[in-house]
């Protein structure tokens, strides 16, 4: 059985997806990125936001969201 996944940061999702943290900030604003709001913190999970990504709903009548399947690596 594997390790149980952990939360990750705006900060740290932003740097895993290749941009700054304001363009996670405004896809959290329009509600676009998977996430959760523990307390008053955003929180995510990486496999959720990488499948999001595989999805193509990244790139969904977003204007921030240019070019991020290539920084992750898809």
């Known amino acids: 059985m594997g390790a149980a996944e ?25 509600g676009k990125i998977p996430a959760h709001k523990i307390g008053r913190q955003w929180r995510f ?18 204007r921030d969201s240019i070019q991020v399947t290539r920084d992750i690596g898809i």
């Open 45 to 62: 999970l990486v496999s959720e936001v990488t499948e999001w990504v595989k999805r193509g709903d990244a790139n969904e009548n977003s």
């Open 6 to 30: 952990h939360f990750v940061s705006v900060e740290d999702i932003s740097h895993h997806l290749g941009v700054a943290p304001i363009t996670v900030y405004r896809w959290l604003e329009r």
